[in-house]
């Protein structure tokens, strides 16, 4: 077995990416300290909680298991919050991650795959978004992603830590097995809210403006199914065990949803009804948000099994209606 090691493996992504990778033949090891993360996410190969700003901890493991590469999900990921406490995000997202790739040099492990986003590019300036769009985040979350960008650039060039960085647009969906689903405190993601006002845990959701130049008013963002977004990762990993050096991937489906057409797919599927109520708009938010993945086609020959927008709020549904209080 191959052994990789997956920090931030019990969050929303990082648990996906563990079954995708054991059933793929490799064993994940995780390390997650359980601040967003959920013990009952990590069911295949070894849990150690922790941080991966502990290099006694980093370095215990290495030895204990032979690791053939490190995946990364453990970021904080809140733009809001990092306005008003970018210390912890800069903590979290650029210092820890550096204890990490200096133990990596020091255990000659050199494989390492980044879960970027695309809050590196800022406000678009064109659409789709291509992975030569310039980097102008407007956030202390997106600065963090670019830093640590330009930090793997940095250890590439001194030390030869091999990378491949995937910048993504909004992961949705859920295992279409059931076992695996997206539960976050606090939430923030809207087909999840959309769910728990159908279920009449929370009252409405709120449309952070209806004015946009879009076709109905509402914003428009590029969904990618959490498996699809695995799958992904899983052949990167296989790309720098088989000898690539570095790369740099936008992850998205290339097609847009509006936030009302998201609801109103939520409301069909559910057979529910779905109050929202317009509120003021969220300073930021583009009107379009969708990114360009051909370059991931083209060149790790990643193809989307469940681009569809029914395909995405269907598989979530199913696993938030088993678990209407997510892991609890």
């Known amino acids: 077995m191959k052994n990789i090691l997956v920090i931030g493996g019990a969050g929303y992504i990082g648990s996906h990416m563990c079954k995708h990778l054991a059933t793929n033949g490799y064993q994940p090891v995780v390390l997650d300290n359980l601040i967003c993360g959920h013990r009952e ?138 076992e695996l689903g997206e539960d976050h405190m606090p939430e923030t993601h809207l087909i999840p809210l959309v769910f728990q006002t159908a279920m009449g845990l929370i009252k409405e959701i709120k449309i952070f403006g209806d004015d946009y130049p879009t076709k109905d008013g509402t914003c428009i963002r590029d969904y990618i199914h959490i498996d699809d977004l695995a799958q992904a990762h899983l052949i990167a990993l296989e790309r720098l065990l088989d000898g690539q050096s570095r790369g740099i991937y936008n992850l998205g489906n290339g097609a847009g949803y509006s936030v009302k057409e998201v609801i109103d797919m939520a409301r069909n599927i559910t057979g529910k009804c779905v109050p929202y109520r317009i509120v003021d708009k969220r300073v930021g938010d583009p009107a379009v948000l969708i990114g360009s993945s051909q370059k991931a086609v083209e060149e790790l020959g990643w193809r989307p099994h469940f681009p569809d927008l029914h395909t995405i709020i269907e598989t979530a549904w199913k696993w938030h209606k088993s678990h209407p209080k997510g892991y609890e």
């Open 41 to 178: 996410a990590v069911k295949w190969g070894p849990f150690i909680e922790g941080s991966m700003a502990d290099k006694y901890l980093l370095e215990k493991i290495f030895s204990k298991y032979e690791i053939k590469g490190v995946m990364h999900f453990a970021a904080f990921c809140y733009v809001g919050e990092s306005i008003t406490e970018p210390g912890k995000y800069y903590r979290n997202n650029v210092a820890a991650p550096i204890s990490l790739l200096e133990v990596m040099v020091k255990k000659n492990i050199s494989n390492f795959i980044f879960s970027s986003s695309c809050a590196t590019y800022g406000e678009p300036l064109e659409i789709p978004i291509t992975e030569k769009h310039p980097q102008n985040p407007i956030s202390p979350y997106g600065r963090s992603k670019l830093m640590m960008e330009q930090i793997l650039n940095d250890f590439f060039n001194a030390y030869g830590i091999k990378y491949i960085s995937l910048r993504y647009f909004n992961a949705a969906g859920a295992d279409p097995d059931g």
